[in-house]
């Protein structure tokens, strides 16, 4: 809540007075911190503090602090603590918080309470390092605790945590600086700019932030449960599985030492996540590395002196040097070259096979166009025949560089292993990067989480986790709560889905979208279909009457080619576009844009899909194939979308 200064000088004035009554021998420290901290419970803040602060250390934290920016447990420490002594005082505050719920049966997991240890500022000549597992904040930087743009927690839920904490916290007394006037004027008190632009905020607050606090109880299990070996969560679109992920991720970083390892196949999805790490888990942020896979895999190679050269133009044009030797043979069974590139990166390559016998008894998990001996030892010379192009342009492509990061790590384990590895969408891995994965996590408890949804695979292909000699039986956990979409978003992505064969990464039986729980009401979808030359209109006016503001909507593709189309389109609007590759999850005013590749994984208010006719394969089993593969990438883009979808179908 924003003040007037005239106001704030009393709160300050009030909360000196009562700490002073309240706790007369209270060192300077302390005062001054918990002035700070009470000056801020005339708004949506409240604070528990220690009763005999004044007489003993702390085996308990010294303050409660809860608001919208969630619970932190503080200590006010002159002196670094010790840091069992620390971990045994914020156990408390975690075992008597942890279990609040909310009106919506959702938990505060032990997780979720920040611990903060408050130091003296750097005015006093300090400077401050972390140094354990908590959060240390000089007393100068206490603003930090209410940034706005941390902000998850609804007034509601506020005052809902904050009345079971009172009566779990024994020997705390809440601590209230009220204005000295009745409270009802305390409005008159405030700056008007600041009213409006609280209301606005409240109006605009992200609603669904507040995961960052409650979790569903099945979540909350997920989070807590220890594996003895590699674990697996899956789970439809939008039903927490990435939520669950960095809530695991930060209790493990809790609770160990080595760093850890959020990665994906997904180049966009790890800055993002990163970035609402950060704002979940400050205190550990710096120990989890969020790298996309191939980002991981060249900076490993790099470190090793393994140079390679990867350069997607030069890769395509030497399948396609190799695909006009082959193509004689191949095309009369299927003439679309993405095929036979596909069969080539995905099942030979992506399945690690190294002689033409292997490729000859390798299943073909997900590829629906039967292929003979025959049949198989052509693609087999044209895979031959690619890897000598790209070895005379010396290049590398992205198989490659799993096979000799794969050889490096045999070679030569890591120097530092990982406490933890965490794989999100997990089933557009291919095989070999998948085994990579599970050589670098190593054994041990709590090591391998891999996360994802069969329906929700955007390359083709498949494997099962058994084929990568992953065992995670008893290990394995589906989330079936939606979150995200409202209910008119999810009947939608619902109907989209019809027609779709699940895969459920381990054979397993799954969960499909249309059996997910919906908890959200409301939301809307509409479809435009017309010929390419109406669409600019079409999209524009779409555009102009959006029920999200823009930089919350992402439009979004299902080709490169038409990726190029939409953005000339709207550059020659005027209408500023950010590409989803340098999307970071900040908040930007720009219209975010990509292909269903990059936009796997992330969450918009709004959604604008432009769908464009393409030339798909020409007949049987390949394209039946395609077709699956083209309804799984529409469930993917449709359900990005929160509250609103725009589905257009150009013809
Ligand atoms: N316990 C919860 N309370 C409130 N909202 C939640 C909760 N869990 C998840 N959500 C909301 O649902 C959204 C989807 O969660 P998340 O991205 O983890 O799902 P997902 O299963 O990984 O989705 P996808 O597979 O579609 O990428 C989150 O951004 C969050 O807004």
Redesign the pocket.
Known sequence: MNLSRHAERRVHQESVRLLASEFPRLAPLPRRVLGALLARTVGNVHLFVRQDLEERGGDRPDAVLISTNGVFALIIAGERPDEQAARAAFRHAEERCAGITDHRG?VVPVSAIHPVVVVPGAGAGRTVRAAGPYWALPETDLARLFRREDAHLNRRQVDVVARQARTRLDGYTRLEAGLPEARPETAGLLDAGSLAENEVEAAQARP????LT???PH?HAIVARDYSGPARIS?P????????VLHRLRRLARNSTGPLLFTTFVRTLPAVHAATFRRLAPEVADRVEFLHLHAWLRRFLQSRGRAVRVNARGISTAFARAWTVHRENLQNLEPSIDYWRAEVDRVVKGRGLTTVDEYLRAPRRGRKLRLDARQKEQVWALHETYQAKLAERGLHDYNDVVSLAEEELVREPLTESYAAIAVDEVQDITLTGLRLLRRLAGDGPNRLLLVG?GQ?QVYPGGWRLSDAGIPVQGRGEI?RVN??NRTGVLDFARGLDATNEVDDLDGGPGVVLGQVEAVNGGGECRSWSGPAAELPHALLGQIAAMPAPLGQTALIVFHHRDLVRCRKLLREAGIATLPLEDYTGAPDDRLKIGTVHRA??L?FRAVLVVQFDSGEPSGGAAREESTELRNRQRLVAA?RARDFVWWASVR
Do not use: I, N, P
């Open positions: 959702r669904f932030d507040s995961w409650f979790l569903h979540q789970g679109a939008g039903t927490g599985k990435t939520v669950v949804d929700q989330l979150y995200r796997k994984g969450e359900t």
